[in-house]
C-alpha cells in the first residue's frame, strides 16, 4: 500500500484482468457503511423509471451519503449491488457503465451484483450497498 493512498487493489499476477471491478481491496482507515441506496431522489420520488436512470440515481444517492462522512467516491471499497432483472441490465450495460463513470468516476472496488425476485419498494430496479474506508 503507497502512502498516496488507502486502497490497494489485490489481483493475483497471473489472473486474467477484471473489467469494471475489483477482486479485492485492502484498506485502512474509518470504515463506512452505507446502507442499501435505491432510484429516488431526496423527496423518495422515483424521477427516473429506467434502470439506467435509476442506477445514476441510486449511485448519487451513495456519493450524498458518502459525503455526509467526509468521504468521496474513490473511498469506496465494496458495491453489493441487487438487480431485479438480469437481461435488462445486460441491454443496458454500456449505458450503465457510462453512468458509474459519470458519478463515480474510474474507481472500480470489488464488486457483486444479485438478481433478486423484487425490491421493497415497487418501482424500484436496482439497490446498491456501499461499503467505504476514509482516511483516519
Known amino acids: 500500500m503507497t502512502t498516496e493512498s488507502i486502497h490497494e487493489v489485490l489481483h493475483p499476477a497471473n489472473w486474467k484482468a477484471a473489467k469494471g471491478y475489483a477482486n479485492g481491496m485492502l484498506a ?3 470504515v463506512v457503511y ?6 429516488w ?14 442506477t445514476r440515481q441510486t449511485l448519487q444517492n451513495i ?22 432483472d438480469k437481461q435488462d441490465y445486460l441491454a443496458n450495460v454500456r449505458e450503465i457503465g457510462a453512468a458509474y463513470r459519470e ?10 451484483m444479485v438478481q433478486v425476485v423484487a425490491l421493497m419498494e415497487d418501482d424500484a ?10 482516511p483516519r
Open 63 to 84: 456519493v450524498d451519503v458518502l459525503k455526509e462522512a467526509g468521504g468521496r467516491p474513490e473511498h469506496i471499497v465494496k458495491l453489493t449491488w441487487y438487480i431485479i
Open 103 to 112: 458519478v463515480l468516476g474510474k474507481h472500480f472496488p470489488a464488486m457483486a
Open 125 to 134: 430496479k436496482v439497490e446498491i450497498e456501499a461499503t467505504a474506508v476514509l
Open 34 to 39: 452505507l446502507g442499501g441506496q435505491i432510484g
Open 41 to 54: 431522489n431526496g423527496d423518495q420520488v422515483f424521477e427516473e423509471k429506467g434502470l439506467v436512470g435509476q
Open 28 to 30: 485502512d482507515g474509518r
